[in-house]
């Protein structure tokens, strides 16, 4: 018995399978919509980072005889915007705080909601009862109200939009790694490696955080969408970014009163948020269903 | 039933209770003296010490908030530093006006949600899904005060169609002459529970579609416009409930759109108190609204209950 199992094996060709990472990562790559969204973002984040070695104009040169100049006027490719500052270096450099005031909160919301929801989870109990019942609060607040009310009270700032932004995601991510936790705690598995010896944070590192992290991670890249359009509307209202700096919901701002004398110019803000918060979206929709092998 | 009622209720409680503490101790953690904008800038010590009784300022934090909400509860929200009126009455006011803009989007992006939903669920992966989800997908994701400016471009500076600015003349009546004020806020504000509505319905068709009665109903020789009645009425609680959240979002983050708009409600009553550290009004307008949005989620939660039976037992 034990002869022909061994010859069967032996002739079998070697064929590790695919896990299940990479299985996600392949039909990912395969998804059309998905990479022209990543390379729409890669573009835009690189012009960013990049933005002093372009050649681009100064983004704070104003000069009052070449104000609100439509686009495509030779010399100043988007136009300039109502001091005569040049768009496209504004829209690109701008890219640089816009992107990290809207990623950072979820970045953050991501460490502090993930560890949170896992002691929840894990832990049960009167940990549970006591994160969660505090979250519940929270929840208590419509997002945009809270963002606006913690910012309008700690003041304008790039922290301090930051801050207001990332005390809004925090109980949203914790209530999802905290059901997503609760989930895997009462498998084999994690019976089984507590039964092997390992300790409470043992388990939940090694052998749980790898099984609650991918819908986590899905759940806070649909945020990254949410949170750029709400940190870009936190400096609209004069409640993030101070000028002169460029920032998108900033200049969005500062161009309102220019939608008579130059509309083209005034909407340009707008539309790298609307692209930013739109890839942001698809990517997220596009992970979803990769992710989701069943199908 | 009756017991679920009571047992939301009780559970409601200690969330209200925390609420109002975390509007005070926002308003509280605030760098800066409160009276700073009353004061005028050479106001003697003496004055400062008489504004800072008057207004309570001059007591220990939790006799301050024991103070206010024994106050609250008896309908007084304080008086405003700025104008002088008592902040229920301006809230009041202004939640009338929002409650306008927030209850007529509201209508639209569900009107509109649940029939892109509805089409996108049942042609699933035809063009004609592509379509629909590509407009839910933009309707999340569109920075809603830039198409609020858009709009105002569009139908207030190049076609001269309806007015920019303000909600007309005198007090609101449900004539043209106010209503022509009301179409680009509420569209604009339509489109976030549009996108939400539509991804919602959407999925919940697919499920729906694939369950076994359907199959049943097909097989008793039901007509397909039939069948979709059942899909329809099997996916209107859920929508319904959805919907029910996203009023209170909007009453809640109108703020931007009122903003662009100029339109005098809550987010406006908001954006002057922050600028103007007006501090009873900033507190009393985020406990209503706060409280407003409790209030709306326990309905939702009792009337998704009373609809199916199942969620009352979990």
Sequence with gaps: MSATSDAALQ?????????????????????KVSMVCAAVLLAIVLAAIFAPWLGLADPYQGSMIRRLRHIGTPGYLLGTDELGRDMLSRLIYGGRLSLLIGILPVVLAFGIGTSLGLLAGYLGGAVNTIIM??????????SVLLAIAISGVLGAGVVNSIVSLTVVFVPQITRVAESVTTSVRNLDFVDAARASGAGAITIMRVHMLGNVLGPIFVYATGLISVSMI??????????????????????????????YVNPGVAALPGVMIFAVSICFNMLSDGLRSAMDIRN | MLVYILRRIIYVIPIVIAVALVCFLLVHITPGDPLVAVLPADASAELAAQMRAAYGFDRPLPVQFGLWIWQALHGNLGTSIASGRPVLAEVTQAVGNTFILAVTASLIGFFFGVFFGLVAGYFRNTWVDKVATSIAVAGVSVPHYWLGMV?????????????????GPGGWSWDWAHMRHLILPAVTMSVIPMGIVTRTVRALTGDILSQ????????????????????????APTAVAVMGLQLGYLLGGSILIETVFSWPGTGFLLNSAIFQRDLPLLQGTILVLALFFVFLNLVVDIAQASIDPRIKRS
Excluded: C
């Excluded at chain 1, 920032?247 to 161009?255: A, I, P, Q, V, Y």
């Excluded at chain 2, 139908?155 to 303000?166: H, Q, T, Y």
């Excluded at chain 2, 359907?214 to 996916?235: I, P, Y």
């Design chain 2, 212 to 235: 076994d009665f359907v199959e049943a109903l097909r097989s008793k020789g039901l007509k397909e416009t039939q069948v979709f009645r059942h899909v329809v009425k099997n996916a």
């Design chain 2, 151 to 167: 709009l105002v471009i569009i139908f207030s500076v190049w076609l001269n169609w309806l007015p920019a600015v303000g909600m």
């Design chain 1, 11 to 31: 002739a079998a060709p070697v064929q590790k399978a695919r896990g299940y990472w990479a299985t996600v990562g392949r039909r990912f790559s395969r998804d």
């Design chain 1, 230 to 259: 709400l940190a870009s509307g936190l400096s609209f209202l004069g409640l993030g970014t101070k000028p002169p700096e460029p920032e998108w919901g900033l200049m969005l701002n500062t161009l309102r009163t220019a939608i």
């Design chain 1, 133 to 142: 019942r505090t979250i519940d609060v929270f929840y208590a607040f419509p």
